[in-house]
């Protein structure tokens, strides 16, 4: 039966759409303004500005990225041990927030972090010293942590939903306390779940440069900041292009780990 | 030991939530503030919400906004769909194939899918608009959909589609009649969560729109520098507000009989 034809729409839509425009990333980024072949733009990497803008950026979406973690498997464990509302949890942590439009929600740090802020405020009246992080990359970390901490709780709590409780009880009656049981039971069964939120909060952290603008006073470039521009002001998209392919570099080597770890072809999305 | 360990749950819950909504309470306290700039606060008005009605530019942005999302949505849906039906008799491979080109937009930086789209547009010629962004848009929801039908569709039970056919059902029908109820939750899904993303894109919709037309994002991205129009504020209010609304409404409307589709 033809049900194989029904398939065509799709494959149709994803060949024009996702791989044809990477091809063209690829022609653009080996190419000059010629066309001719040059590896000069994937090259450009190494001036000076150019790698201090990837450091940066790498820095700043690792760090990111680990606080998320550490702020995510503990919120996502509890999540897991709650009966009821768990579902108008998820939905408060993870949907809702979206539909206040994500510019505004990063733009509203700027009024909380501002040296006359709100929070600055709050630590005054409690006679605390001030907080004077806005235009610094400490913002640009809480904007990440911010923005993508949902990513890696949902991923972590769906793979913690699905272990078996009496794993765990077992390992408590074989003797192994809580602290045990976390690192030789409960760890290593959501490693997945880990890997798929690393993939999830660094990729975009890495390559944001709406964060970095808006939190970090048009001061601090990341990678991202110069891609953009490149298309959007200098119009060089050679360049523009070489440093993607760069950046892509990244992306698939965690595109790789995420394969490895999670065999089943489903990314934990909801 | 446990009402402490209780306690400390709450407290954590509870400061996860000051952080996530900290800003979401910001935007609503100024979309009632008097003063035109974010920095003071200079009374409590709603002269904002009345001059948004009156403000066709931030009108026609929204009317831009919501299009966008739900014709990507309803597009993105039926050919998500489509798709995962017809996988489901391929073989292994030819659907890890499949799935890894799907998970393509989901795992590469949204700037990267973006500037790659706008070569494309740029190479076959189309102008800069509502289309482009619009086939943007459905491209990057698609993986959404699949994401959330497939597993539902690995769920199902062939034997009764089987069984439906063997009764006498054409396939149009045995499908409609069997498959379809079974998978709907996970359809509904996919499209709210296609229009939540479509709704919440900047990056994407920056790289591929035109210069006449605006997104709320793209219209709050140039107010940025500027400073952000009052109005703003209280639309996102609104929007908040009403969705908030909406969501208490279907979690504590008793349905009975019916178990609470995800």
């Not at chain 1, 000076?48 to 702020?71: D, G, M, R, Y």
């Not at chain 1, 360049?239 to 490895?260: E, H, T």
């Not at chain 2, 709050?220 to 208490?248: D, Q, R």
Request: glycine share 6%.
């Amino acid at each position: 039966m033809n049900r194989k034809l029904l398939s065509a729409p799709y494959l149709f839509w994803s060949a024009l759409f996702i791989l044809v425009p990477l091809c063209m990333v690829f022609y653009y980024g080996l190419t000059d303004k010629t066309g001719a072949f040059t590896l000069e733009n994937i090259l450009a990497i190494a001036t000076p500005e150019h790698s201090k803008a990837l450091w940066e950026a790498l820095k700043l979406a690792f760090v990111s990225t680990v606080i998320c973690l550490l702020l995510a498997y503990p919120l996502a464990m509890i999540l897991c041990g709650m009966n009821s509302h768990k579902d108008s949890f998820i939905v408060l942590i993870f949907i809702l927030p979206m539909w206040m439009n994500f510019l505004l929600r990063t733009m509203a740090w700027q009024s909380l972090l501002e040296k006359t802020g709100v929070i600055n405020g709050i630590l005054g009246f409690l006679h605390l010293p001030s907080l004077n992080i806005i235009n610094t990359p400490a913002a640009i970390v809480l904007g990440m942590v911010y923005n993508f901490l949902p990513f890696m709780v949902l991923p972590i709590y769906n793979v913690l939903v699905k272990i078996d409780k009496n794993i765990v009880n077992a390992a408590r009656d074989l003797g192994a306390n809580p602290f045990q049981t976390f690192l030789k039971i409960l760890l290593p069964l959501s490693l997945p779940g880990i890997f798929s939120g690393i993939t999830m909060v660094f990729v975009p952290a890495l390559t944001t440069f709406v964060i970095s603008r808006v939190l970090g006073g048009g001061k601090i470039l990341l990678i991202g900041n110069i891609i953009e521009e490149e298309f959007t002001k200098t119009d060089n998209w050679n360049l523009g292009s070489g440093l993607s392919i760069v950046l892509m570099l990244f992306i698939i080597f965690n595109m790789v780990i995420s394969a490895v770890t999670d065999k089943d072809g489903e990314v934990n999305a909801l | 030991m446990s009402r402490l360990y209780g306690a400390v749950r709450k407290f954590y819950i509870a400061l996860i939530f000051l952080f996530l909504y900290a800003p979401i309470a910001t935007l609503i306290v100024l979309s009632f503030n008097a003063s035109k700039t974010r920095a003071k606060w200079g009374g409590f008005t709603l002269k904002w919400y009345q001059s948004l009605f009156g403000n066709d530019i931030i009108l026609q942005a929204l009317w831009n906004t919501l299009a966008i999302a739900f014709l990507s949505a309803l597009i993105a849906t039926v050919i998500g769909t489509v798709a995962c039906i017809s996988m489901q008799n391929m073989r292994r491979s030819t659907r890890s194939l499949i799935m890894g080109v799907t998970n393509i937009p989901m795992l590469n930086a949204d700037i990267v899918t973006g500037i790659s789209l706008m070569l494309l547009f740029i190479s076959i010629g189309i102008r800069f608009g509502f289309g482009t962004i619009l086939l943007a848009h459905i491209t990057f929801n698609i993986p959404y959909v699949i994401l959330s039908v497939m597993p539902r569709m690995k769920q199902l039970n062939p034997s009764t589609y089987e069984a439906a056919l063997d009764l006498g059902a054409s396939h149009i029908q045995a499908f409609f009649k069997v498959v379809f109820p079974d998978i709907l939750p996970g359809i509904f899904s996919g499209f709210l969560m296609a229009f939540t993303m479509s709704l919440d894109d900047f990056i994407i919709t920056h790289f591929t729109k035109g210069p006449g037309i605006d997104t709320l994002s793209t219209k709050i991205y140039t107010e940025v520098k500027k400073g952000i129009k009052p109005e703003m504020y209280a639309l996102s209010t609104i929007i908040f507000v009403s969705v908030l609304i909406l969501l208490l409404l279907i979690n504590y409307t008793p349905r009975a009989g019916h178990k609470k589709a995800r």
